[in-house]
């Protein structure tokens, strides 16, 4: 495991001084640098040789955590881009750092960083199918066998589980000696079809069902970045109305789904009853319960009228007063506490390495939350402070009770982030263009490559986008959903772990397999 | 017990159990609204049960994945007689259509649909054995219905 | 007893069973539905409609009986019908009101301790014989909990037993007609009455334990292992479960109500003849509906559930030592009287 230094020491990590710092080291291998204002992003392209012990020297500065690898054709090359960022813990800053490696075609072969960051194994193999790289040293390819004779599997098919996972528990008794979780696979068969951006985006909401406009979000933000198109104020602050909006509701219904595992089904109700007021006011607003189609380039399609307002108000005011029972239950209720408690335990440690995001990452005891270490839309002007379970039991053990405080804290602090966006709602226009011939004449010119990243209810959503100007379709897309980094872990969280406990540790994580599993879009070429 | 007082019986009381084949969890969140309070499909008697044997109705959602197919066949099959399987969502509808995997009773358009479409989707079955019913069902011909 | 005076008790004895389970049978779907309804309206849900849980026993007979192919058949085929019977036959051994049990010269507490054990055995039997891992575990769970509940239901059993020869109680000691005659809190003084408490707690915290209800559901937890015992029933087979389950918490329920509740309202007004027996009677399964409501279904819908360990811990540490503890203070308590 490697130490991580703190090379900035106490001064703010800034994108300008550590592009310096990199340049100064790595000199000539470093073969293009380029800094995105707008995300604090820092993209550069490294000469292969290089790449790892490039890597290498990123952990001297705070912790580094790995999101996605997305890979391109670049006629004679192979163009892998690694997608890190990294994180100061203490002072909750972020700059992401993309590493654009080309492969030559007739030796598609690339040092592994598996041994630094154990959260790039899925990716790896991902890429390792899909475009026949090999990351040397060679892994195994698959996980070792489970050879107990009393194996039970939990799922796909589960009372239990909202998803299709199974996971392969090797028992001795009732206790979890083994354990080999497998997700399905969840593809839209749609998606390997070139598609345009505004189609694109109907294809965004439909990853899946509790985190759709975040999906959509992101990937707006991604073709924005390449297009350069600016948001306006006020659509900046009713995307991030609807964002927290949609956060809510992800907590609230998995914290019902939660107490429905552990066999408390009255706070199952309790929780579906509560959860129908936010999804009014969403219908109210978007138009639609689930896959609300209001996002759009440049802004949102839907307006905040004075009436809307008054009913969030509303809702906002119904919520803190009955979501009072679901913090009695975290904090006082013994059964919650008996089989929650140090139950699918992840260390900070583990969560650093498997790169983990969101909620599971700081039940772990991390201050991170994308929502202050890089703050988009109307983040920069609400602060965001991190909910960390040493706030109220003192200290972070990382386990489902943590994660489940977690998620009931940041549903009132999502209740203060909207009622600060409606009292600072700014006039003016929504959306920068509302005209969506307009907008794609704009991104049919637009070329480049654009990493739109937010921190949605499971963790940080990462879209890749690729587009190739005069090209009317998005080139290529390359989604990664928190889950499948929180995902890496679940063996992690099985040690020591009963049967009883199974359903309940899948679902601790918030686990949405549906958008974990996506193929890259690829284009005409 | 003889079938034609089954059919009087059987819509008072379906079991209901989900399967979720492959799909964006949006079919399965308006699911679980729907056992929930407000749209609270347990005053018609309907339950949610945990094992195919149990079962009366299967709930789909989703487009098959290679990963469920199997699966979703044994489950169907470990169902006892009378069954119906509903398939909700647009996934299951049409594109990939649960229909060609197991037979398809009732399908309940929308992505997803709103719960009271899916209770509407259970109403259906209702009367779907209502139907049954008064055109005079044959015991011997339960097998052709599942 | 000349032979005609036997042959004609014998047949009364038959009559008065027979009516009696009849009369059981018929109450138990309303019981079911109340605790149900109740259940529901806790939750902000409607009640289900009143006949539902007769209609879901008519649907399930109704369906397709199948016997998996690596059940063990007789078994699994046999082990329902054995725990209705045995369930059933608690029934003729506590007494209703001023009625005696059908069966009450013939057994005692401690045969309704053997049958109710005796109906634990039979599903877990049951489940064994599944042919599936998650029955088993849920089968390894059921004993683990009555093994577990044992203890201080025993406890409680021998102590008011005790109580009832000490302090000269007409009557067997063992025998439920003896508390139904007299109370038995009236047999004891103040620490006494702290005794009896503590004993009644105990029983009520067993309650759960013995008919599988929230928080210790976990033989057939749902979401755990979908249904455990009962994964593989199917048709009439799960039919004959779930009226079993249901009489359990009416068994445990009836059990309690005329150990530890012998309120009688004509002993209050006092007064006598059929009538008033036949009022008591009605009276008597009054008492037993509260206590249901009371201890299985608040508990039920108060609280989640617990793991097997955690479960059998708190039986055989903090609930045998509740009834320890009454066990002591009712030991001082005819000392000192």
């Known amino acids: 495991m490697r130490a991580h230094g703190t090379q900035f020491g106490k001064a703010f990590l800034d994108c300008g001084a550590l592009a310096a710092a990199l340049k100064e080291k790595f000199k000539e291998d470093i073969l293009s640098l380029e800094i995105r204002a707008r995300g604090h992003d820092l993209w550069l392209e490294i000469s292969a040789p290089s790449f790892r012990p490039f890597v290498e020297n990123l952990f001297e500065y705070d912790f580094v955590n790995f999101h996605v690898i997305s890979a391109d054709d670049a006629g004679d090359n192979a163009a892998l881009s690694y997608h890190l960022s990294i994180f100061q813990r203490n002072r909750g800053r972020r700059v992401g750092v993309t590493v654009t490696v080309k492969l030559p075609k007739n030796n598609l072969s690339i040092p592994s960083i598996f041994d630094l960051l154990p959260g790039s194994e899925y990716s790896e193999r991902e890429i390792m199918e899909a475009f026949g790289v090999s990351f040397t040293p060679e892994k195994d390819g698959t996980g070792g066998g489970l050879s107990a004779a009393y194996t039970v599997p939990v799922g796909p098919i589960h009372a239990g589980l909202r998803e299709p996972v199974t996971a392969w528990l090797e028992l001795d008794g009732e206790r979890v000696t083994g354990a080999d979780v497998r997700p399905a696979i969840a593809r839209m068969e749609t998606e390997t079809r070139v598609r345009d951006p505004i189609q694109a985006i109907y294809m965004a909401e439909r990853i899946c069902g509790t985190c759709s406009f975040s999906h959509v979000i992101c990937l707006v933000r991604a073709i924005e970045d390449i297009a350069r198109m600016e948001v306006p104020a006020r659509g900046q602050y009713i995307r991030t109305i609807v964002l927290e909006l949609e956060r809510i509701h992800s907590h609230v219904l998995w914290s019902g789904d939660v107490c429905r595992v552990i066999g408390f089904d009255s706070a199952f109700h309790l929780a579906m009853r509560i959860r129908e007021q936010v999804m009014d006011v969403l219908t109210g607003m978007t138009g639609n319960r689930v896959n609300r189609g209001v996002g759009a380039f440049g802004g949102v399609r839907c307006d905040v009228t004075p009436g809307l307002a008054k009913a969030v108000r509303g809702m906002i005011r119904y919520y803190r007063r009955e979501f009072e029972p679901f913090r009695e239950i975290v904090l006082n209720d013994p059964i919650v506490r008996a089989r929650m408690r140090g139950v699918g335990v992840l260390t900070s440690d583990e969560a650093v390495r498997y790169s983990v995001t969101g909620p599971t990452a700081r039940a772990s005891g991390l201050r991170v939350d994308l929502r202050k270490s890089s703050p988009y839309e109307a983040y920069a002007d609400i602060p965001v402070e991190p909910v960390v379970p040493q706030d109220f039991f003192g200290k972070a053990h990382g386990d489902a009770l943590d994660r489940f405080a977690v998620r009931v804290q940041e549903v009132y602090q999502s209740l203060d982030i909207i009622e600060k966006a409606l009292d600072s709602l700014p006039e003016g226009p929504f959306a920068a263009e509302q005209d969506p011939d307009k907008v794609m004449g704009c991104l049919k010119n637009a070329d480049g490559t654009g990493w739109g990243i937010i921190e949605a209810p499971r963790g940080d959503n990462t879209h890749i986008v690729r587009l190739k100007a005069g090209d009317e379709n998005v080139c290529r897309w390359k989604v990664r959903a928190p889950t499948c980094a929180n995902a890496a872990c679940w063996p992690l969280m099985f040690r020591g772990s009963e049967l009883a406990d199974a359903p309940l540790i899948i679902n601790s994580i918030d686990p949405c397999i549906a958008c974990m599993n996506r193929m890259p879009v690829k284009g005409n070429n | ?146 | 007893m000349t032979v005609t005076a036997a042959i004609f008790t014998l047949f009364l004895k038959i009559f008065a069973g027979v009516a009696l389970l009849a009369f059981v049978l018929t109450l138990v779907p309303f019981f079911d539905w109340a605790d149900r309804a109740v259940n529901a309206r806790i939750q902000g849900r409607l009640a289900p409609p009143l006949f539902q849980p007769v209609l879901d026993i008519l649907k399930l007979m109704g369906k397709e009986n199948i016997v998996p192919r690596r059940a063990a058949r007789f078994f699994f085929t046999t082990a329902p019908w054995l725990a209705l019977t045995s369930t059933l036959m608690i029934f003729l051994y506590i007494p209703a009101g001023q009625f005696p049990a059908v069966l009450g010269t013939e057994g005692d507490m401690i045969l309704v301790f053997y049958l109710l054990t005796l109906g634990t055995v039979a599903v877990a039997v049951g489940g064994f014989a599944s042919g599936n891992p998650m029955a088993a575990i849920g089968a390894n769970r059921e004993i683990t909990l009555m093994m577990s509940c044992g203890f201080p239901l025993a406890a409680a059993i021998t102590t008011a037993a005790w109580i009832a020869y000490k302090t000269g109680m007409p009557g067997e000691p063992f025998s439920l007609g003896t508390f139904a005659a007299a109370s038995i809190w009236k047999a004891v003084g103040k620490t006494g009455a702290f005794g009896l408490a503590c004993l009644f707690l105990s029983i009520v915290l067993v309650v759960p334990g013995e008919t599988g209800k929230s928080p210790m559901d976990l033989p057939q937890a749902e979401t755990e292992i979908l249904g455990g015992i009962a994964i593989e029933y199917s048709g009439v087979s799960l039919a004959l479960l779930k009226v079993t389950f249901a009489l359990r918490s009416f068994a445990m329920s009836a059990f309690v109500t005329s150990l530890f509740v012998p309120l009688s309202l004509t002993g209050m007004l006092g007064g006598g003849g059929f009538l008033t027996a036949v009022f008591d009677f009605f009276f008597f399964w009054l008492k037993v509906f509260v206590i249901q409501i009371a201890f299985v279904t608040l508990t039920r819908t108060a609280f989640g559930r617990l793991k097997i360990w955690q479960a059998s811990r708190f039986y055989l540490v903090r609930v045998a030592g509740l009834s320890l503890t009454g066990m002591l203070l009712l030991s001082i308590d005819v000392m000192i009287r």
């Open chain 2, 1 to 146: 017990m003889k079938i034609f007082d089954m059919l009087r019986v059987l819509p008072k009381s379906l079991w209901i159990m989900t399967c979720n084949s492959g799909s964006c969890n949006g079919c399965d969140t308006e699911i679980a609204a729907m056992f929930g309070p407000r749209y609270d499909i347990g005053r018609f008697g309907m339950k949610l049960v945990g094992t195919p044997r149990h079962a009366d109705v299967l709930i789909v959602t989703g487009t098959v994945v290679k990963f469920m197919r199997d699966r979703l066949l044994r489950v169907c099959n470990q169902m006892p007689a009378p069954k119906f399987v509903v398939a909700v969502g647009d996934c299951g509808c049409s594109g990939e259509p649960l229909d060609g995997v197991i037979p398809v009773d009732v399908c309940v358009h929308g992505c997803p649909p709103r719960p009271e479409a899916i209770v509407d989707g259970m109403t259906k079955v209702v009367l779907k054995l209502e139907s049954l019913r008064r055109s005079g069902f044959d015991e011997s011909a339960w097998d052709a219905v599942r």
